[in-house]
Every structure is written in C-alpha cells, then in structure tokens.
C-alpha cells in the first residue's frame, strides 16, 4: 500500500489554492446601494407637503429589512435643498467610484415637490436631468431611479406634474442597466393620502416589496412583479380620487441581466403570514403606534409580509365592517393569521364583489323636455332619479330609475297637460376624478292628463317611451355632486288617425346625494 504524506507547507499551500478563488468570489458578490431623499417643502407658494419625508423614510427601512441595502451602504437627506442634493450626488458618486463594482446595483429614491421638468426643493430646482447623468454615470451594473414628485391639495395632496407647463419627461434612452420609475403619467397628478399616511405608490410599492406582490410564492419579489403590484394598486386607489386617475410609468433596459430581485421577505427578521386562501382586503396596523403597515388587497392564496418584530392589528374588510384579530410576531420568527371566520368573511366579500363595490346615488332637480302634442313645444317639470353603480352585466355597471312630473299649458288652444314620466335603464359608466359619466339605454311609461280642453272632457293616455340618456356628474364635498343629464328618444303615442312615434327630448340639472 502506497502511504501519502503532506507535509504542513503542501497543506497550507493548498488551502491558499482553493480559498483564494472564494474569497476572490465572495468579494465580487453584488453589493446593493441606496440614496434616498425626501422633502416636504417646494418652492415659494406651493402648500408644504406633509408626507415626503416620511415616505423616504418608509423606503429607507423597506430597502434595509427586505431590500438587502445595509445601512453603511445607504445615504439618506431628509429636509434638503438643491445645492445639498447637487453635494451629496457629487459625494456619493465619487464613494461608488472607488468601491462599487459591474455587479452591484443602485437605488434612488425621491420623493418631493416638482414641476417643469425640475425637483422642487426648499425654494430651489434641481433639473431632473441631473438625476438622470448621475444614474448613468455610476459605474454599477444595474441602477433605479424612483420618482414619487409631488405638490399638494387638500385632503387628498395632489404631488407632481403641474396641470399646465412642461410635462417631466424621464428618458430612457442610451440607458444600458438603468430602469426608471416614476409615480404618475407624464400629463396626471400623483397623490398623498391622508389615509395612508403618505403617497398612495410609494405605500404600495413598499406593501409589495414586503410580500404582497410576491405571485410565485418564492418569498422573494422581483422587478415586474413590485411594478406590477404598484401599479395595480394605484390605478386602484385613484379612481375616484378627486385628483384623477394616477398610473405609474416605468421604462427600463435590462438586456442580459435576468430577473432582478429586488426584495427577499423571508430574510427579513420578522414575517407575518395572512393564512387565507380567498382573496381580501386587509390592512395591518402597528398597535403600538398605530401607523398602517400595509392596506393591501391580497389575491388567491396565503399572502407573507415581512414586518419588524412586534404587536401588529390585522383588519379584514367584511360586511358588518371590519374582522379583527390581534398577532405579536417574535424576533426573527413569523406569526400567522387565520380560521375559519376569516376564512368565511373573505369569501362571502368576494361572492359580493364581483368589481367596485356598490354605490347609489339620488338626485333632485329641474327638467325641461320637448311636447308630444300641438300647441305644446315644451313643458317643464321635476325629476327625480336614483342610480345605483356596480357590476350588472359586462359592459353595464349602472342601472337607474327616474320619475318626472311635469304640467304645461297649451299656447294655440287653452288646455292644461300634466305628465308623469316612469323609467328603468341601464349602461357604463367612466370616471376621471370627480367627473363621472354615464351612458344609458332606458325605457319607460308616460302618463298623460289633459283638462281644460273645448269639448269640456278630460282626456288620459299611457304611452310606452324608449330614451338613450347620457349624463355627467361633479362630486362636490360631503357626498353631494352636481348632475347633468340629457336624453333624446321616442314616444309612441296614439292620435285620431292611428298610431305615430313623437320624438322626444330631455335635459335635467339636478343636485345629487350619496347615500
């Protein structure tokens, strides 16, 4: 038998051999950076923002527990000016310079006012091209640009694009490695919440890095999949948003770099598990501060958020209103929330839901509509309509009903006519802010009393009506809008000599309540 031995030189030597290529490789591992800014304050004249610098935060914490992004590797400015933006770019590029690499990746984040194609910050602009020439100047191998710029409105804080002037423009081009993301289109608002506590995308965005946007339960979220999320639940939000419909815009160039990770909840040291197959509408709350950690609408299947160790309120919307269920989730381990109750509420929410819940609406006011007799061009009365909105039918997610009573005199010969005018109908309708409008196909009975006629008698007639309606709606504060509403169709109504269909045409401006 042949013996082999290795000396302690050959094995140090050897080891050096095999080590050396690892250490080598561990240094090369891709290494994440962050430079996250927030500023409330814009220039002279635009109301302060109240959430900016908290949703920077948001970002901050959501890039450090579930991001990767360690702490020595993230720049934070909270309260900043241009020049200190401008300083701290210049600083942190030199950094990236002399320690990042072709493999790491960077994040940027602002949140602030902006207009004409420029960051406001604390009375100074910051041209958005800036962010753009230092996004491609960093020597690493992929870089994100976040943009969530804003300016403000009452409740509902409009941030962002002014509605006149130059529009931001983010491009795209000769950015090899580079993905930009900005929180609205380039002619829409973006928007605060008070809700929310903070823009209604960022809030999203961050729910779904934590684990809400993770569809291939692989407890780790990738690009699409955050963009994906964010979007949906933004376009969502906005609606009926009296700032308008908001959807995110995303460019990207990413060619040969596979998917890119941007999260991995099940690192995080905390998770909490929402243990219910149906999807829901679910908010998670911190009981301690009472912050809202996520208000997400989680789809079919169990749904883990990572969340920082602590006692946490979990809402599930139902009918009766909200199911509550209160979780502590221990240090570096995960609480789970479920049962049958909840299980119960979620299904019998989707059974109902089927699209936007349900509203109605009843509304008052003066009406105008063509004759259907001789000496009667016009006659003028009252109508009263009651609209419910929710899903019918596809294409039809409206249906109404009307009553109008109207009286007039006749001008060629003196006689009185009273009518009252009974109608369903149904259609779509579209919103854009706090306009609503709707289309209607509508049919009727009208009713019609005449007196005072020559021949001293009194005559009645029930005619059948067929009307296309189309109206407009302006919500207004406290659930009461103004309503527009205008109709055209036909009468069949009978005469001496037979049978005759009477064009027929309406308007009505009326005062509408929610109910």
């Not at 000396?7 to 430079?35: D, K, M, N, Q």
């Not at 795209?172 to 608002?189: H, K, N, P, Q």
């Not at 502590?328 to 789970?336: F, I, Q, R, Y």
């Not at 004759?371 to 009252?382: D, N, S, W, Y």
């Amino acid at each position: 038998m042949t013996r082999l031995f290795i000396t302690g030189a050959w094995l140090l030597a050897i080891l050096c051999v095999l080590v050396g290529p690892l250490a080598a490789f561990a240094e090369e591992a891709p290494r994440r950076w962050a430079l996250v800014v927030g500023e409330n304050q814009g220039l002279p004249g635009e109301e302060r923002l109240r959430f900016a610098e908290s949703d920077a935060r948001r970002m901050r914490e959501v890039l450090q527990e579930v991001g990767t992004v360690p702490a020595e590797r993230t720049v934070t400015l909270l309260g900043t000016d241009a020049a200190t933006l401008r300083e701290a770019l210049s600083r942190f590029q030199a950094r990236l310079s002399s320690e990042a690499s072709s493999r790491d990746w960077l994040v940027l984040y602002i949140s602030s006012h902006a207009g004409d194609g420029s960051l406001h910050l604390r009375g100074t602009e910051l041209p958005m091209r800036e962010l753009v020439d230092f996004l491609k100047a960093a020597p690493v191998g992929v870089g994100l640009l976040i943009l969530d710029s804003c300016r403000s409105g009452l409740a509902t804080r409009l941030k962002g694009l002014k509605p006149a002037g130059t529009a931001i423009a983010m491009e795209a081009a000769e950015l090899e490695g580079r993905v930009v993301i900005s929180a609205s289109g380039a002619d829409e608002y973006a928007q605060e919440s008070d809700a929310l506590q903070g823009s209604y995308f960022t809030h999203h965005l961050a729910a779904g890095l934590r684990g809400a946007a993770d569809v291939s339960r692989d407890g780790r979220v990738t690009l699409e999949e955050a963009y994906r999320y964010a979007y949906a639940r933004t376009l969502e939000s906005t609606l009926v948003s009296p700032g308008g419909l908001q959807r995110p815009t995303f460019r990207m160039d990413l060619r040969g770099r596979g998917e890119l990770i941007l999260s991995e909840p099940q690192q995080a040291r905390g998770r909490l598990t929402l243990d219910v197959k149906a999807p829901g509408r679910w908010l998670v709350l911190s009981s301690e501060s009472g912050t809202l950690v996520a208000d997400l609408e989680k789809g079919e299947g169990p749904t883990t958020l990572a969340v920082a160790p602590g006692a946490y309120r979990i809402l599930l919307r139902a009918d009766e209103g909200f199911l509550e269920r209160a979780v502590t989730v221990p240090l570096d381990g995960s609480a789970s929330v479920g049962g049958a109750p909840l299980e119960q509420a979620a299904r019998s929410r989707l059974a109902r839901k089927g699209g936007p819940g349900s509203t109605l609406l009843l509304a008052v006011g003066p009406s105008l509509t063509s004759g259907i007799v001789a000496g009667l061009p016009f006659i003028a009365g009252l109508d009263v309509r009651l609209e419910r909105e929710g899903r019918l039918l596809t294409g039809f997610d409206t249906a109404g009903m009307g009553l109008a009573v109207r009286r007039g005199a006749g001008q060629r010969e003196p006689f009185r006519q009273t009518e009252l005018e009974w109608r369903l109908g149904a259609g779509p309708h579209w919103k854009h802010g706090p306009w609503t409008f709707t289309g209607m196909l509508e049919a009727g009975a009208l009713a019609v009393f005449q007196s005072g006629l020559p021949s001293a008698e009194t005559r009645f007639g029930l005619e059948p009506l067929a009307l296309v309606s189309g109206g407009v709606r302006l919500a207004e504060r406290g659930g009461v809008s103004a309503v527009l509403s205008t109709s055209v169709g036909g009468v069949v109504a009978r005469r001496d000599s037979g049978v005759s269909l009477v064009p027929r045409a309406s308007a009505s401006l009326m005062v509408g309540f929610a109910l």
